[in-house]
């Protein structure tokens, strides 16, 4: 253990006298880089975002834009940070620096009005302007249909920017048409660019931190082993992965714990693997990085990805956060029991598997005990050829869902019958659930209309969905019969046109 310190802007500083429950965003402004803003203090704005150099995927570094106002400055011990502020060149003495590509895009296109979200937008697409993978010339009226759908070749630009980089950022002066051309107008970083040079080197280990200050204590266990010895001596200890609910919590809640244990870097909870019989996904890859290292292998986890919270969201969390909160409304549960998903639990004294259907037990309940940790989701293989996921929220992206409902059918090609039908559904219970009547009323059935109708009205019976400010019972329940509606009239569809 050596002292905690964090690398920003090139330059290396302690961490303390920070608390331990500080945030990376808090940090930042009280050593005066006040680009960095406080908008919502939930993950849902942007204005607080930064780059942290992470394990690329297509290149040793991917510089990563995340939510500071939701990470842990601890949780950066030993990494490096760059903000809108060290993006920029800085000039001769006398002399204004010269400004970083992103930044002069936007002010020439005049992509800054008020100016307060502008260096959170800095970010997040300066993070899309090192993309190693962004690939130029997939505009809408390029023959791009082996690489982008109809529905999202116009969400890309003809530099390949994916827009879905800014979806976590606002712009309350509603000045997105100039962002938008400022981000389709960015070229390639130039070969001298020390951002693009800096992704050939490896990001830095994390290291194994104890960082106590003003009655908190932020641990991260060098192993696995190490992690579970702690969970086993401290069960009060709250276990922190991507941190995008937790980091709410201590924002809005105030929460304050006595210890954390941060697993999001621990090398066990971040593998991938292909076996004959399953995918092995560890906890702590964050969505992002599953996203992109699937690559479409799982098209019901494709499915998903891009309408979970934002891609500022999706860079920092993880499965396993997702699945240990217990959230009913939590987005990757129904879509993992749709495709029949196991938990690998870990314990000091061994490991255990449980289906994802039997591991919630009640409101933000599960079968895991305080001395666990997930430590990997496990799809079973082959998948359902049938596959969709319906999410039913106020805004299109960067929402929590009203209903979010997945579904995993095997129809026979040859006789039209629902050979197996699995259904999660999410927002309509205290835990995620799995529609068994609905699968009931579909498996051996043959996929017609009239099986379908008599199926919705199963699934409109499901649950038990309750009014709030989202929505009202009868619309979760409506809108669970018209979602399987919707998936019959896209199959019939596609059919008549293949």
Same mark, same amino acid.
């Given at each position: ?204 280990? &994390?290291? *194994?931190?104890?960082? $106590? ?6 641990? =991260? @266990?060098?192993? %696995?082993?190490? +992690?579970? /010895? ?124 449980? &289906?994802? *259907?039997?591991?919630? $037990? ?6 895991? =005990? @305080?001395?666990? %940790?997930?430590? +990997?989701? /496990? ?104 979602s399987l509606l919707k998936l019959y009239t896209r199959t019939t569809t596609e059919a008549?046109?293949?």
């Amino acid at each position: 253990m050596t002292e905690a310190r964090i690398t920003v802007n090139g330059q290396e500083a302690p961490i303390a006298p920070a608390a331990a429950h500080t945030t990376v965003l808090d940090f930042l402004r009280e050593r005066g880089l006040t680009g960095t803003k406080e908008g919502c203090a939930e993950g849902e704005c942007g204005a607080c975002s930064v780059l942290v150099a992470r394990p690329g995927v297509h290149k040793p570094t991917d510089w990563v834009a995340v939510n500071a106002c939701l990470v842990p400055v601890a949780a950066l011990d030993g990494q490096e940070v760059v903000t809108a502020e060290g993006l920029a060149t800085p000039g001769a003495p006398g002399t204004p620096p010269t400004l970083h590509p992103v930044q002069e895009e936007l002010a020439v296109r005049g992509g800054s009005q008020c100016g307060y979200c502008t260096p959170g937008f800095v970010c997040s697409m300066a993070s899309e302007y090192y993309r190693p993978d962004r690939v130029a010339g997939l505009d809408a009226a390029d023959d791009a249909d082996d690489v982008l759908d109809a529905d999202h070749r116009h969400e890309h630009g003809p530099n390949g920017f994916d827009l879905h980089a800014l979806s976590g950022n606002l712009c309350r002066c509603t000045g997105y048409r100039p962002i938008r051309d400022a981000a389709f107008a960015v070229g390639d970083p130039a070969a001298d660019d020390p951002l693009a040079r800096r992704r050939d080197q490896a990001p830095p280990e &994390p290291v *194994a931190t104890r960082y $106590t200050q003003d009655g908190g204590t932020f641990l =991260r @266990p060098g192993s %696995l082993a190490e +992690a579970l /010895r702690v969970l086993r001596e401290r069960p009060e200890a709250v276990v922190l992965s991507g941190g995008t609910d937790y980091g709410v919590e201590v924002n809005i809640r105030s929460r304050r714990e006595s210890c954390v244990v941060a697993v999001d870097r621990l090398p066990e909870l971040r593998g991938l693997r292909r076996e004959s019989d399953h995918i092995e996904i560890g906890a702590a890859l964050t969505l992002t990085e599953i996203e992109r290292r699937l690559d479409g292998e799982v098209p019901l986890l494709g499915a998903l990805f891009p309408q979970f919270a934002s891609r500022l969201i999706r860079n920092s969390a993880t499965l396993g956060g997702n699945l240990g909160t217990g959230s009913p409304i939590g987005d990757s549960p129904p879509v993992l029991l749709a495709l029949e998903a196991s938990l690998v639990l870990a314990a000091a004294d061994g490991e255990r598997v449980v &289906p994802l *259907a039997e591991y919630f $037990t009640g409101y933000r309940q599960s079968v895991r =005990r @305080p001395d666990e %940790l997930i430590r +990997a989701v /496990r799809i079973p293989l082959p998948q359902a050829p049938v596959t969709a996921f319906h999410k039913i929220a106020k805004r299109r992206f960067d929402d929590i869902s009203s209903v979010a409902v997945a579904f995993a059918l095997d129809i026979d090609a040859e006789d039209g019958a629902v050979r197996k039908a699995r259904i999660g559904l999410g927002g309509v219970a205290a835990t995620p659930i799995r529609a068994l009547a609905t699968e009931a009323a579909l498996e051996g059935r043959p996929w017609t209309a009239e099986t379908v109708e008599a199926a919705a009205r199963e699934l409109r019976g499901e649950g038990t969905p309750m009014d709030d400010h989202r929505a009202s019972a009868l619309y979760r329940s409506a809108m669970l019969g018209q979602s399987l509606l919707k998936l019959y009239t896209r199959t019939t569809t596609e059919a008549v046109s293949s």
